[in-house]
């Protein structure tokens, strides 16, 4: 299919609770027997081993056909993700202790200190939530970027903004405190979508061209300007989430898709 990289997500309490638990008896738990059939009958062996080293063997499995991996840490609970009152939204909601949290960046980053095509771990999925707030996403987000460099020095550090991933504006009056990493280590990640910040009407509301251009001249004022830095802030902008509807039924998403693109060209991101 010609992809060279892929963003495998994980759960913190996987590695910090389930760890030991048997990857049949989380099927079990979850009614999944149809599934536990079918791995029977094609990769026996996973159903024996416990949740991490399940994952650790996809790890490897991936990097046997030489395809990269960005390490994402996806929730805290494992569930579907996301929505601003599912409790692994922030730092410091319900299912999101920031101890915790960094237990879980530090065991997964020394796990695959040995791993060459595990290339980086992204803090966290989609910031968000009532309880944002910038002072504190400054602080954990020093820490867990310090802590994977520490267990990890190989590995790039990818960073999500606030608001579902979107907005970094804040960043251009107040750097993060990482000299020492910014040069090599750090990169920051995007996300979009046409349904975006209720964005949809948006897209089916004038001219395709005006719409375009309102929409990427947001994006580069929340984001884009990453890339455009200064000599001493400039850094790599990774967009690690953007899609449509496939099966074509989106207007919006069918507006959206050829705009994005051409913003992700004329940036030369990846």
């Given at each position: 299919?010609g ?43 996973l ?8 994952w650790?063997a ?9 395809i ?9 609970k494992p569930?579907?993700?996301?929505a601003?009152?599912?409790g ?15 237990q ?13 095509m595990v ?40 960073i ?12 251009k ?11 090599k280590?750090v ?35 929340k ?15 990774f ?11 989106s ?20």
């Open positions: 299919m992809f060279n990289c892929v963003r495998l997500t994980w759960a913190t309490y996987m590695f910090t609770r389930y760890a030991n638990m048997t990857v049949v008896q989380s099927f079990r738990g979850l009614g999944l027997t149809d599934a536990i059939s079918g791995m029977a009958s094609r990769n026996p062996n159903l024996r081993l416990n949740l991490v080293d399940a650790k996809v790890v490897e499995e991936i990097g046997r056909h030489g990269m991996m960005v390490l994402d840490n996806h929730v805290s569930m579907w993700c996301c601003d009152q599912d692994n939204g922030f730092f410091g909601s319900v299912y999101f202790d920031p101890d915790e949290w960094l879980g960046l530090a065991i997964v980053a020394n796990i695959f200190k040995d791993t060459p290339i980086g771990m992204s803090l966290r999925n989609e910031l968000r939530g009532p309880i944002q707030n910038v002072d504190v996403w400054y602080k954990y987000v020093e820490k867990g970027a310090k802590t994977i460099n520490s267990a990890n020095p190989n590995l790039l550090v990818i999500s903004g606030l608001s579902y991933d979107l907005d970094f504006r804040f960043l009056q107040s750097p993060l405190k990482l000299k020492m990493m910014k040069k280590k990169v920051y990640e995007v996300h979009r979508y046409s349904f975006n910040e209720g964005q949809s009407k948006v897209w089916m509301g004038g001219p395709l061209n005006k719409v375009c251009h309102d929409i990427t001249r947001e994006m580069e004022e984001a884009g300007f990453l890339v455009r830095g200064g000599k001493d802030d400039a850094a790599p902008l967009v690690s989430e953007f899609g449509i509807d496939q099966m074509g039924e207007e919006a998403d069918n507006r959206h898709l050829p705009c994005m693109l051409l913003y992700l060209a004329d940036l030369d991101l990846d």
